[in-house]
């Protein structure tokens, strides 16, 4: 395939950001389209140009560090992926594909397509955790038992990667989602419970604080979810929040 | 300098308990006087951090990522081990001990496998503790599973996302930390090398990958938890980052590298396909659990697979070659990593493979959705149920086991694995080799440790399934705020370390030449064309398979792939900038040293162990013939490199392995 690609290049936080044009040519259709991306980099840097940076790790669908826009959609046109699992055979011989950064206040843009996403970690901070002890002093862990339903529950909600598409995707910048999977996850385990009001309350705050948008109920961030998060996370956040409320 | 592995006396079940209540402590106020850095934040050097500083004391982490929760331990998937015996099928902490001594080919240390196998159970609770979503049954009690090289059922799991589930456990510990002030973190920041003042680490230099500003920190002592260093092969299963960077400056700073050559091949990989790809996907080898492995029988069916002319679902059982079944009865399909990667590599030596590049073997999963569907429809009283109706039971049953592997399979390979049977390739996946340490996890450096997959101490020459998680996660939450006590108890009225020293100076000064080495050099090259040549020599010379010529021609070529780079690699921008590049060229370099180190070692090494066959080294015949050729007689010891320059150059020192409480046998599948 032979593709031309739009590209938004900032050279750091304080500079200002433009779409360039590249080509890229004999891309398979196996490649990932991180794969594609190093193929172009390769290009530049053989060139003596400055690669396209953008973060990555696993390439695995894993770590959420793949954030892209491409063609206007956070982690591109397939379903249920990030940007590493996506292939190219989404594409066609001819096309043009324009890749951004995740945009949104609170993920002001580092270089090119990297953007800092610290600002989950620090709704983390304000509250995403039980606050057990690492000592090892444990109960026994089959003496909270927890059933089959609430467990798998729980894990559909632990499996929210951070990548922040939801937030990207969202017209409102809402870190809903994200804020919602991670407090029901714990509001759905006994171990969570003895927490749970000032838990809640408290990352709502910093969310807030933050800079993120409100939930509108649209709905997009739940398409664009790589992992199948889903809005009862959101539902189920507000009904905790109301409850520490009163 | 002779190595003391400072493995307590006595017997081997009471070692670590009258460890602990002879080592001295650090009053709780004095903790807080006392600072530590831990880089690296997966599973060991999370839940270190956080133990740390839940004990008291000043922790500064690193990590390379813009967040801890993105350490390469987030892709783990199969599962964590622990002798918990909830199933009451005959496990205990000496079986798992036994397991995993036997597991790693007896090149192992005892002591320190004994002592993992004790906290293995105390990590669940842990983590449980802390929220961690593991799978249930449905009474509500906690669900097991099976890997390779084992009998017992004791692998605990989160679905196929354990590796996530049990790091966003150590990040929200470490979250807590945060919050309270006790651990500083630093996300983008790369150490670079460690600062040695008076004979003991007392800090680190840090490139911020943001700003590319070099900074200076001091501690009273340095944790390393940096990983693995399996990209030496540019392709493997890990993720891209990951390297040998802290690794090596400390090993040139004189902590010593133990068994460089020992890697893991792992067997159940989704194999390469082109010149293009980045790296490896791993299917988890709990899939061997319902999976069974064959490649067709004759050589005509191979061909016709190939070129298209048949479908594996054409060929009928009896024209198949389960070969792991045939070879080893007793374990069948779950056999350890190693003798299910050779057994792979063996066939398609011989012609077998399935795919076009003869790399592939089938992992079956048609009679384990025929068996699940057929025990489904007893279950919902279903009378003579179709074909359909079993298969559809039956692959609701794997889907819930497996659903999002066999997703990420469909993903890249664009076939359905429910349909027809996966393509696998062993790849290269996890580093046993790594840095030196003793009993107290520090390393020949006082006052720098080093735990988790970076150091050397627990696999031995091959990794059980589900290990290297437990070692992770023991040496964090349990082992190193023991032992590291033991050695701050002495640092109490050190006060703060000055970074405003002649040593810091020198460290920070070397570090800076090197980045604008790379920025200036108007090389031809791309850092990626060096790499991927060195892993092309490692694969072909120190692979799965070697033998004494290509060893050393291995060592030449890379040698030569040094020279080369350091003349002509071009790294474009500058030092004072966010450079992805220039981050990639200082861990090429590194891995280019280690490279030839790793091939230094395996020659040395003339026994087939582990993962590693010596083509020298077979067992010519006996039951076990064709099988690799242990020997104990010259090699039962852990090779520990001295740093002297050159890699060629370095200097063996051994560490004579004992084994006191299991008996040094032939290791038999059969
Ligand atoms: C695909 C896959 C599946 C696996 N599945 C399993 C499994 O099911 N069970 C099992 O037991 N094991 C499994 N493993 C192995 C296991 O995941 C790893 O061995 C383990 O997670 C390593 O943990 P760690 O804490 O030692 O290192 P890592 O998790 O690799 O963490 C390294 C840390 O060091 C940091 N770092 C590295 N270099 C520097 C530097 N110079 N400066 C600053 N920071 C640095 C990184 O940022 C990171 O935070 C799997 C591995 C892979 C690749
Ligand atoms: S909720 Fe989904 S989209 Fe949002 S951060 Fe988590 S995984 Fe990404
Ligand atoms: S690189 Fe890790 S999710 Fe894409």
């Not at chain 2, 050397?456 to 082992?479: E, I, K, P, T």
Request: hydrophobic share 35%; aromatic share 8%; proline share 3%.
């Amino acid at each position: 395939m032979n593709l031309t690609l739009k590209i938004w290049r900032q050279k750091d936080a304080s500079s200002k950001g433009q779409m360039v044009d590249y080509k890229v040519t004999e891309i398979s259709e196996h490649m990932s389209f991180l794969e594609m991306m190093d193929v172009l980099n390769e290009q530049l840097v053989n060139s003596g140009e400055e690669p396209v940076a953008f973060d990555h790790d696993c390439r695995e669908g894993i770590c959420g560090m793949c954030s892209m826009y491409i063609n206007g959609e956070a982690h591109g046109p397939d379903r249920g992926v990030t940007t590493c699992q996506l292939h190219m055979r989404m594409f066609k011989d001819g096309d043009t594909i324009t890749i951004e950064p995740f945009r949104a206040a609170a993920f002001p843009v580092l270089k090119d397509l990297v953007v800092d996403r610290s600002s989950f970690d620090r709704i983390q901070h304000a509250g995403g955790y039980i606050s057990v002890n690492t000592s090892g002093n444990t109960q026994d862990a089959n003496s909270i038992p927890i059933s089959k339903h609430a467990a798998d529950e729980a894990m559909d909600a632990a499996t929210c990667i951070g990548c922040g598409a939801c937030v990207a995707t969202c017209k409102n910048s809402s870190a809903m989602l994200f804020v919602g999977a991670k407090v029901s996850q714990y509001a759905l385990l006994p171990q969570g419970q003895v927490e749970a009001a000032d838990r809640v309350r408290n990352m709502v705050a910093q969310m807030d604080l933050e800079g993120f948008g409100n939930c509108t109920n649209t709905g997009a961030c739940e398409v664009e979810c790589p992992k199948g998060i889903s809005l009862e996370n959101i539902a189920r956040m507000n009904r905790e929040l109301m409850k520490a409320s009163v | 300098m002779a190595l003391d592995s400072k493995v307590p006396k006595g017997p081997i079940k009471d070692k670590w308990t009258d460890y602990k209540n002879h080592i001295d402590l650090v009053n709780p106020a004095n903790k807080r006087h006392i600072d530590v850095i831990v880089v690296g934040t997966g599973l060991a050097g999370g839940s270190a951090s956080a133990t740390l500083a839940e004990l008291g004391y000043n922790v500064k982490a690193f990590a390379y990522q813009d967040s801890p929760r993105r350490a390469h331990s987030i892709a783990a998937q199969g599962g964590i081990n622990a002798a918990k015996n909830y199933q009451g099928d005959g496990d205990s902490t000496y079986r798992l001990f036994y397991d995993t001594v036997k597991g790693g080919d007896y090149r192992s240390r005892e002591a320190n496998v004994y002592r993992l196998a004790e906290v293995s159970a105390n990590i669940i609770d842990q983590c449980v503790a802390q929220g961690v979503p593991f799978a249930r049954d449905y009474g509500g009690l906690l669900d097991n599973r099976s890997f390779g090289g084992v009998l017992v059922s004791r692998t605990f799991y989160a679905k196929g996302q354990t590796g996530q589930q049990l790091l966003l456990g150590a990040y929200s510990a470490m979250n807590r930390q945060i919050a309270r002030g006790k651990i500083e973190m630093f996300n983008r920041h790369e150490m670079l090398d460690v600062v040695v003042v008076d004979g003991k680490a007392r800090g680190i230099i840090a490139r911020n990958l943001i700003t590319g500003e070099i900074e200076r920190h001091s501690a009273h002592a340095v944790v390393i938890a940096s990983g693995g260093y399996g990209n030496v092969y540019f392709l493997s299963t890990n993720a891209m980052g990951s390297n040998v960077t802290a690794g090596w400056k400390i090993h040139k700073k004189g902590a010593h590298f133990a068994n460089p050559c020992y890697t893991q091949i792992h067997p159940t990989c989704i194999p390469r396909s082109g010149d293009y790809q980045s790296k490896l996907t791993l299917m988890s080898e709990s899939l061997r659990n319902d999976g069974r492995i064959w490649v067709p029988k004759k050589m005509e069916d191979v061909m016709a697979i190939r070129e298209g002319r048949k479908k594996p679902t054409d060929l009928s059982e009896e024209e198949r070659d389960y070969y792991l079944e045939r070879r080893y009865p007793a374990f069948g399909n779950l056999v350890p990593r190693d003798v299910a990667s050779r057994a792979a590599k063996e066939r398609c030596d011989a012609g077998f493979g399935v795919n076009t590049t003869g790399e592939a073997v089938y992992l079956d999963f048609k009679s384990a959705i025929t068996r699940y569907g057929i025990e489904q429809a007893k279950i919902h009283n279903i009378k003579n149920p179709s074909d359909a109706k079993i298969y559809e039971l039956g692959q609701a049953i794997v889907e819930a086991k497996y659903g999002n592997l066999f997703q990420m399979y469909e993903k890249i390979v664009d076939q359905d694995p429910y349909k027809t049977p996966m393509m696998i390739y062993p790849a290269v996946h996890y580093t046993m080799g790594g840095v030196w340490v003793d009993y107290n996890l520090m390393t020949t450096i006082p006052g720098c440790y080093c735990i988790g997959e970076a150091n050397f101490s627990d696999h031995g020459a091959n990794r059980l399934g589900a290990s290297a998680l437990m070692q992770g996660l023991a040496d964090g939450y349990f082992v190193l705020p023991y032992t590291i006590g033991d050695y701050l108890s002495g640092d109490i009225r050190t006060g703060k370390i000055s970074t405003d020293t002649p040593e810091f100076e020198a460290a920070e000064k070397e570090v800076s030449e090197r980045i604008n080495f790379f920025v200036n050099n108007k090389g031809t090259k791309s850092v990626d064309y060096f790499h991927k040549k060195l892993g092309k020599v490692m694969w072909d010379k120190a692979g799965m398979s070697r033998n004494a010529t290509g060893l050393k021609e291995a060592m030449a070529e890379i040698k030569a792939i040094r020279e080369e780079f350091w003349k002509e690699v071009s790294v474009p921008g500058t030092a004072n900038e966010m450079n992805p590049e220039l981050e990639k060229a200082g861990r090429v370099a590194d891995f280019l040293e280690l490279g030839e180190l790793f091939a230094k070692d395996a020659l040395m090494r003339e026994e087939s162990c582990g993962g590693h066959f010596r083509e020298e080294s077979a067992e010519l015949d006996g039951p076990q013939k064709g099988e690799a050729k242990r020997n104990d007689e010259d090699f039962a010891f852990v090779a520990a490199w001295e740093y002297k320059g050159e890699p060629a150059d370095a200097v063996l020192h051994k560490e004579e392995l004992e084994f006191n409480d299991i008996e040094l046998k032939q290791r038999s599948y059969k």
